[in-house]
């Protein structure tokens, strides 16, 4: 039986036991679907890094400098968070630091919190995640980044889309009203994703910089199988 | 037009504009409905006090001491939190300090944040308090109590039973994503309120302390008028 837990923002990680858990971190307006899109198309690794500074620092090891806030590319970066970047062989055999508003906050502030695994969640890859947490059965910690520590429907949508499907591969265990709210919000979501979404603070916000594509890209659910999870320091293929 | 925003834990207050706001602070079960009731009922007063200790001083003022922590009544006070200890005369011409595991620390939170008005939430009076949000026309900031920091569904389903309350008497503007969530959720649930919150982890928790009739009573849909809401340093009538 799989113990399921949903963080609804990094602001209330605190509340939550995370030592030993198979960590989920879901960013899924962009980072999270970027980072699994970018291993996905070869790239050997991602780095979450704090600051746009310390990303640019790492230009010397070559990695790939990646930078976005409040939704658009940073100015001196060789990409933004889109996953588009990481296709057509642009990414493939390279490493990658990347700083976002929300997402890689979270990778970095669970990094040390002695996970049993830290995920990176998307719904590209979301049947296959789901295979893995069930096959390993270890308790499951789903940290929505949301909005600068606000909630947000699509990353609570994704955590109960994968609720479901591991629900579906197994017996889990919930007494979380987070999970349970996530479960039924997906229940109404889930036959048209994207028109849900139209309404949610973020999509809007994605929408005026007119990265429509970007959203309907990262809702589609399970075109691929690669995992991507913390290796040490960097995200790469499980 | 009328801005509504919902606040889900008192950890992410701070995200949240509440100077010059209507906020209604929620915590269904069972301390904010319970201030309802006991106002209803002829309380003068109730006083929401943080500690135990602080609230056994206010009985040299002539105070009924009421004390809740884990859902459980303490030992050497008047009441605990219970909203039948408020009916039959019992608090009638009384002033009470309360002091609970969530709500009335919430309370104490936004109390001196510059607020236009800090109300209590209850299902209990619902119409009245859309009436009187509808009506007044100021921002509306819903500060959902949960349980020691973390989201919980009573709380989110009375926030967008209120939301759906003021909608129908006038135009709303919600640009948040915990609205538009807490909005969805009560569509789920409505038709069965007590139904939905039996797999609640607060349900649960109570229904072991054989709280069941508070929680029916609690539930129940705008079986009075009365509005409780801060004056100066107490919950009156409004």
Redesign the interface.
């Given at each position: 039986m799989i113990t399921i837990e949903v963080v609804?923002?990094p602001?209330?990680l605190h509340?939550t036991k995370v030592k030993d858990t198979n960590v989920v971190v879901i960013d899924i307006l962009r980072a999270t679907s970027t980072i699994c899109t970018a291993i996905h198309h070869g790239a050997i690794a991602v780095r979450a890094v704090a600051s746009p500074a310390e990303t640019l620092d790492l230009k010397s090891d070559n990695y790939l400098t990646a930078a976005e806030r409040d939704g658009q590319k940073l100015e001196g970066f060789d990409m933004g968070n889109s996953p588009f970047e990481c296709m057509e062989g642009r990414v493939e055999g390279k490493k990658i630091a990347l700083t976002t508003t929300n997402g890689t906050k979270c990778i970095e502030a669970v990094a040390n919190a002695g996970a049993r695994n830290v995920f990176a969640g998307s719904f590209l890859n979301l049947e296959a995640m789901a295979d893995y947490l069930a096959k390993d059965g270890a308790p499951v910690v789903m940290l929505c980044a949301g909005?600068?520590?606000?909630?947000?429907?699509e990353d609570?949508l994704f955590a109960g889309a994968l609720i479901e499907a591991i629900s579906q591969r197994g017996e889990t265990f919930v007494?979380?009203?987070?999970a349970?709210?996530s479960e039924?919000?997906y229940?109404?979501a889930k036959s048209d994703l994207v028109g849900y979404l139209k309404?949610?603070?973020?999509y809007r916000r994605l929408s005026h910089l007119h990265h429509e594509e970007d959203m309907v890209y990262c809702l589609q659910h399970s075109v691929f199988e690669t995992i991507t999870g913390l290796v040490e320091t960097e995200m790469k293929k499980i």
């Open positions: 609804l923002s602001a209330l509340l909005w600068k520590d606000s909630f947000n429907l609570t007494d979380c009203d987070a349970l709210m039924d919000l229940k109404i309404k949610s603070s973020h």
